[in-house]
């Protein structure tokens, strides 16, 4: 392979790389839009399984395209930053109708994350009693009544998103903690893309076997003789070269020099 198509295919392996969070963002939001908005939209097992499918595939392709820890590393951010996409997409969905519901009972979870000594997060769990029987759970990261209260419910009667207290929702918050995430992704596909490795040590090869035994040289065809393999005199033409046996001179008495 020539240098021209191993700096081209080295440009094209790295640009591949660092657009491939931006593009998988941009694909894995739009899913999610279509699946919590569009009225036909598939069922939310399909949804959730081609979700999920399309994140693994994106992890994957980005350790396989940036080299070393860097690219664990920054598959696990581009995981994390699409999640996050899929949660700003739920917080931006519509939830139409609203229902004034009675707090029942109120139980928290506590959710640990990333195994063993991690952060620790806990979900209020609440059961709620509301005209026509829906919403009959809420979850939210706090207490939004007590016992027998009464709160605001808003929900989309089709059910494609969860319930949430009225005017709680902003795709803000998940969107500017995807954006730090998604950064650091990039611009480690940037830096340490697997193909920019490779030319790096294609280059470095060939500077050391350089240095070893000087720039490669080849001889002109024929080993600098005419035709049938005889010494002879090269004399150039309108854009063509042309050889003459030794002893016959161009038209003009001239004798060409040799191999000119």
Known sequence: MSATDTGSSTRTGKWTATILPAACTVAVYAWAV?????????????AVAVGAAAILVAAVAYYLLVDG???????????????LAVASADQSAG???????????????????????????????????????????????????????TVRVAYDPRRRVGPAVEGSTSPWRPALLAAPLLAAAT?????????????????????EREARHGPSSRRPPGGGRGAGGEEGWSVRGRGRGWWLRRGRRPSGGRRPRRGW
């Open 34 to 46: 279509w699946c919590f908005g569009s009225p036909a939209a598939p069922s939310t097992p399909v």
């Open 95 to 149: 939830r139409s109708a609203v229902a004034d519901c009675v707090v029942v009972r109120v139980w928290a979870e506590t959710r640990e994350s990333f195994g063993e000594g991690g952060a620790e997060k806990t979900l209020h769990h609440h059961t709620l009693r509301c005209p026509g029987g829906y919403p009959a759970t809420l979850a939210e990261d706090r207490r939004v009544a007590p016992d027998g209260g």
């Open 69 to 83: 820890v860097v690219g664990f590393w920054g598959a696990l951010a581009l995981t994390g930053g699409l999640l």
């Open 187 to 207: 611009a480690g596909a940037w830096r340490f893309s697997r193909a920019d490795r490779q030319a790096r040590r294609e280059r470095r090869e060939r500077e």
